[in-house]
């Protein structure tokens, strides 16, 4: 679900399970806060699946931050927190807030599971190993292995391979949006071929990792929030082999590419809104039989994105339902005037 362009209230689909890396220190400290000195407060709600868009939003509202998500196998609910240097407010507070942001997601059809408030003050070391124990290799079909650098896992012949490590806020790429998105880079490189790139809310830079290590050339990035730019660029050090890719501080409203019809493949990770009033532009820079990626919308919005791609000349190639997340990919099938 990610990328950090304009979405406050969504779990940021690239931050913990899907890419986004996007803060480093928590949110301002405010009257009552406690600084934390080396320490990490591990802060959100256990809550069902179809309920994670809600939580996120309502703790975003809280903390100020994009919420991460963590999802784990062969469990009922998943989590929906932040790992912040500082509380937002007093522990107890924070507590009743919470409280009430779960007795609003318990209304009859919202969550299907009992939720739970977690705050938890963890040493950084602590906080460092608990990544290790769910954060493991996997793999995006027979072309990708995206792994931790602890891990010794041997990529197949053939496969290309990430390392990345966490920060306070970092995607990992399990998020299922996410995946999706990584999966539609792989099916879509075509081998000899020259094939550019553009990734739009970066987060933690695993697209564009990704693209780099499957043969995209040039491979273009950015993000309006500094943090997430600067960890994007601690990942690319941790994959020499991915230094192709430029990652630049850059809002879609004012982006720095003006020419049209350059990518091969687009990801953009933004907020619905944002991409109603862009997406005729981003869309611009794609070439004919380019192919857009758009991955966690709503699915109380997506018809109207659908509707949005028809007029900016887009046929549909490729959705995934996952809970209220829907997912797409478009191709474009003639140039588009701004």
Partial sequence: MAGSHGRPGSPARRQLEGGSAKRLGGSPRRKGSKSTGRAVWRVGIEV????????????????????????RA?????????YLARL???????????????????????????????????????????????????????????????????????QAVITLDPGLSFGTGHH????????????????????A??????????????????????????????????????????????????????????????????????????EFGLLREEGQRIVSWLRPGGRLVMAGILRGQFAALQAACRQWGLRRAATRAEGEWRSGAWIAEKPIRK
């Fill in 197 to 270: 790139f553009l990734d739009v809310g970066t987060g933690s830079g695993i697209l564009a990792l990704a693209a780099v290590r499957l043969g995209y050339r040039p491979v273009d990035a950015w993000d309006h929030d500094p943090a997430a730019v600067q960890i994007a660029r601690a990942n690319r050090q941790r994959n020499p082999s991915a230094g192709h890719v430029r990652f630049r501080l850059a809002d879609v409203r004012s982006a720095p590419f003006r020419k049209r019809g350059i990518y091969d493949m687009i990801c953009a990770n933004l």
């Fill in 48 to 71: 069902a699946p179809e309920a994670e868009a809600r939580a996120a939003a309502g703790l975003a509202g809280i903390t100020g931050q994009a919420a991460a998500v963590e999802w």
């Fill in 88 to 158: 937002p407010a007093p522990a107890d507070a924070l507590r009743r807030r919470l409280l009430e942001l779960l007795a609003k997601l318990a209304k009859p059809g919202l969550a299907s599971v009992p939720g739970r408030v977690r705050i938890r003050r963890l040493r950084r070391e602590n906080w460092a190993e608990s990544w290790r124990r769910h954060f493991r290799a996997f793999e995006v079909g027979d072309r990708l292995l995206i792994r931790p650098s602890w891990s010794r896992r041997r990529a197949r012949p053939g």
């Fill in 74 to 82: 062969g469990r009922p609910s998943i989590w929906v927190g932040n």
């Fill in 176 to 195: 299922p949006t996410t995946r999706f998105c990584l999966e539609q880079l792989a099916r879509g490189r075509r081998r000899g071929q020259r094939q």
